[in-house]
């Protein structure tokens, strides 16, 4: 499972705690600099922030790759 720490809309406070309640087991990583949309940036994340063209975090890349090459 992976979190991006800015999210607002799925947040690592309240969603990404009842997920690691009900998945005690699962793999989770989360991103503190990550949007929704596993964008790096800044500040809060906003529906704006989605319409400027951007890269999804190489780490987060890199993660999700190692794990899937794991299985």
């Given amino acids: 499972m992976l ?3 800015r999210d607002y809309q799925v947040t690592v406070e309240d969603d990404l705690a009842r997920w690691r309640a009900g998945l005690p087991d699962a793999a989770v990583w989360s991103y503190p600099a990550d949007d929704h949309l596993f964008f790096p940036g800044t500040g809060p ?3 704006d922030s989605y319409r400027e063209p951007q890269h999804v975090d190489a780490t987060v890349v890199a993660d999700l790759a190692d794990w899937l090459a794991r299985q």
């Fill in 3 to 5: 979190q991006g720490g």
């Fill in 45 to 47: 994340s906003t529906p």
